[in-house]
């Protein structure tokens, strides 16, 4: 950095705390119009930004607090921030100042100085701020209303039972109805962030909050939109005609600028499918919900990412949604490769009877390109559409025999994987170009590509004239091949042995493998496979064969859709990290919030028969219901008697609170409950098996559905999906 | 839902400027800094670095985070994320960021942030909540709390520390007397701020529309698609309420809107209601959605183009012909890009024109070059009339014994007073407001062309 860069830039400079200490000193005395002053704080938060620690000016610094220069209170404050929370000794040296601009007349002053509190989780600070913060909740400048209701977020998280005592969270919920859309905004982020805490107060919206949010939508900034759009997550549909209203209304926010707020749209929007009835709306829905995310695709290849991540789990779980419009997944030439890879991903499953051939031939394109991940992913893809598409499955030989061709080592490594898999999606139709693909057996070097060779001639031994010759030379290298390739050449050769038990080359042959699987290896599945293998023959060769080569189940490309709970969980978490990754965040993230579907009368059965529940470690035992703001609503029978029959046990949160009460479930919290789920917690931590922590792991038997996603593998097509076992590829998963 | 922090590293990977990360143990922002930095290193290209990265646990801290991050003016900005975290949020408000630093600075690199470091931070206090919450990124808003650093806001201060600010319609933030400082929220529109006032008011349509297509070796349009984008700069004063109509609107689909517009109008009358906001900002973004008949969807491609290419043993020679298809308007600043491997070593080329009516003067052929470090060859041509075409011829050597230059030739090209649907306004009402202003349209093209050969 040169010096004519400008005045400030020379602040970067490594300052001394005695240094500092002497100008702010200096600074007392003379000061004209505080530029003194401030040239030094300057100094002292550039100091800050550079990661050397200041915290020693603290009692300087604190002087300054009194300064009436707006720039100079705002630098002291950013001060307070970065070492407030480590001065507890100190801090009392600057409560009164901070009181006191909590009365300022500037409401800009009054906000910071609650921000700043509220950041600074020191008992006495945090003390300080519950009666200013109540006050500011209530002020009539809009600025720090907003303000104030992140700062209750923040004193909760600080000390939760303190903040539930002084009724914050009730104020909260009220502010949820001012007039200031960015208040509205702020006050639903900052219940979100309490509600995601699952220590104490559960943030759940009813119809009546939940239009309220809506109409406030079109007010919003954008990012207020986002909130108000993630909070309807958290809205539970009690009829199919509140979940269809509902969707109706979201479906116009599909049509705003920031991407972020379309992709939370569409995320409301596969929430509330999950309680709809109508047909038609459903697919209107998805309909809809298809050009605003092409339309990110025009975006920066950031937000691509983002986006194609996410339609590929979108498509999983609603095939409708972009079935035309597999032309926008075409990759470019200049696209980063994260996103071609992403793209790669959608185009196959975009694949049907009627587009095949644009797909392939891309493909085929692609498999030409120079960037290696990319050609073996373009390559595996052909593959994967042969599995999918039946129709397309010539055409997909074919090229891959083009492409094993052009002797490239990668491509054809790959192409003999994929080719395997085709074998088993089509028994008996390609079998013809096996000795195509032995003689390009030498250019196999990678265990995958190896394994896959060696399946291949065990399978088909019987077709193939020398099997015995070319698994015999295989089987040279066999001790210093990978376990992957040794457990193939295992089973190959008892298969061959199985197909030409008369032959002696076989018999020494089997025999050899078998003992050193059995003998010279470390590897306990290979030798616990071998001992089987041997036993099997030896006992009875003729039902060995049976078993060895039974008949396996037809593979498809369908079952690498994930499982239907996994998705419709996973959905819950669109646009985030858990979209991206493909796990659910609370399995790799900190601090996540778990989601899951609710049940409802409202929510359609096969999602109810798939749901995967979720483990609320801290749930409070009987949720105790305070009533919202608003007019009655009509509510179905059952949930009115829950709620009677809970607001007995509570007199005191109702009534007093909220004369114009309804039986509104808005905010699950009150003191005595929450008393009691410290009770139950400890209860539960003694016998963790019958209280609420007890159930047992919600992702146990999700393992296997990212597992074999994960790797991209076709799977056997029975079994491990619910609901959607016919062919249907598009319509079966609509409800 | 929310950001954990944001951190601004200078082309060398050193933070310059982050936000306060209070509430996270203090190596956390460094463990993001280094898995950052860590990616960069491993991949040859930049822009191959995965978006979002994940950070794996730290010390006291036992699940990990992601860092999301781009790349503006040769620095990184990357925004932590963690919790039930949206990296498409933090994708969203990096960008509103950035440009809120263009509104701000103008341009924006590390020299110009080392010099505003104090209104980088305000600015990053106001638009990202210390726990995360993107606040106000819209710079209507910002700039009545955060003051930018122009000339004439530094003369206050020094005029006039304490005392209130001249009568100058903008609230003096840089004083403490700034006693309407929360006028920008208390306007009941959060996008624009309240009591704007114009000596003259004027508002100005930019409708620019972008091709992004891809040509099939057999010359058949793969996929051609138009976006479109009308940019609008608005300085009318008070609370304008205006009602834009077009002559055609069905050409654009798949809109998306910037808050302002009510999107209920949209839907039932296809009209823009909406107040805008003061200054620059982009109204709507659409994509074209050429008349029914093309049952392909695709846009025609206004350029013919064909390549010959032949590479032999350590070399390779091609000619490439272009010619315009439109009718009426000149394209502009047409250039052509073709990657030749990483072995090719050099090229020779000859440039000639025929039947384009300008002869050989001021470069009217066209330049090529080829760029050692990229290993591209780059042909312009500053002026493709509507008439003629244009043609290189050359060669290329390579290292290599077998050639493998790139399957595609990347086409861009700008057309002046274009658009792709000929999107025409009828009428800009303006209600609410009583005065008259000036009002007006203008349209332009520019194309992104992948074409394999």
Redesign the interface.
Known sequence: MSTQQGQDAKFFTRGKIEEFRAELAAAEAKDKKFQKRKTVLKKIVANITMGNDMSPLFPDVAQSIGCPLLEIKKMVYLYMLSYGRSKPDQIHLVIPSFLQDCNDRNPLIRALAIRTMSYIPIPTVTEALSDQLRHCLKDRDPYVRKTAAICVAKLYAADPRRAERGGFVEMLRDLMLDTNATVVANAVASLSEIGDRHDGVIFRLNLTIANKLLTALGESSEWGQIYILDSLLRYVPETHADAEMMGERVIVQLQHANSAVVLTAIKVLLYLMNYMDNRRLIEHICRKMGPPLVALLSSGPEVQYVALRNILLIIQRRPTVLKNDVKVFFCKYNDPIYVKLAKLEIMYRLARDENFREVLAELEEYSTEVDLDFVRKSVRSIGRLAIKVEAAADSCIKSLLSLIDTKVTYVVQEAVIVTRDIFRRYPGRYEGIIPTLCEHMDALDEPEARAAMVWILGQFADKIENADELLDDLTYTFLDEPTEVQLALLTATVKLFIYKSQSNTTKALVHKVLKWATEEVDNPDLRDRGFMYWRMLAINPSVAGEIVLSEKPAITTDSDRMDRGALDQLLLHTGTLGSIYHKNPETFIRNAAGRALTDSPALNANSRATIVPLARPHLPPAAVKVSGPGPNEPSSGSTQAQNNEVTVGSPAAAPTEQPSAGDVDLLDMDDSTVGKSHAVQEEATVDPVDGPTGAPDPYAGLGGAFGGYLADQPQPMAGNRVGNGNGNDLGDLVF | ??IDGLIILDSTGR????S?Y??YPPGYPILHVDALNTELSKCARA??V???I?VG?GIG??????C???EVGGMRILAS?????????A???L??FVDVLVDYFGTVN??TL?????TV??LL?ETL???G??????PNALRD?VLPPSLITKLI??IA??GPSPASGRTG???????G??A???S????RKAGVRHNHNEILFDVVE?M?A?I?RNGAT??S?V?GKIECNAKLSGTPDLTMTFTNPTVM???????CV???R??RDKVFSFVPPDGQF?I??Y?YGPPHGALSGNVPVPIAFKANVTTDENEGSFTLTISSKLSTKPMENVIIEH?L??DSTGAQCSTSSSGTGLGTVGGAEGSWMYDHHKHVLRWEIPNLTTSGSWSLRGSWTSKSKTP?P???Y?IKFDIPSYTFSALKVDQLRLSSEAYKMYKGVRGRSKGSI?W?W
Not at chain 2, 133 to 138: A, V
Not at chain 2, 188 to 191: D, K, L, Q, S, Y
Request: charged fraction near 20%.
């Open positions: 839902m929310a933070p310059i400027i982050q306060g209070t509430s822009k191959d995965d978006p979002v994940y646990p801290d036992l699940r990990g985070s992601a999301c991050h781009v994320v963690s919790r039930d975290a949206d990296p498409l949020v994708f969203a408000f960008q509103a590390a020299a080392k010099d505003n470091f104090d931070y305000q206090e909540d210390s726990s919450h993107p606040l106000t990124t819209s709390i201060a020094s520390p304490s933030a840089g004083s403490l007397a700034g006693a400082a929360g920008a929220f208390a009941p529109i959060p996008w972008d992004c891809t099939g793969l996929s698609l976006w689909t798949n809109c998306a809107f910037h808050p009510r999107l209920q949209w839907s982009v709507a973004e994509q990657y491997g990483e493998r790139d399957r595609t990347s992948e394999r």
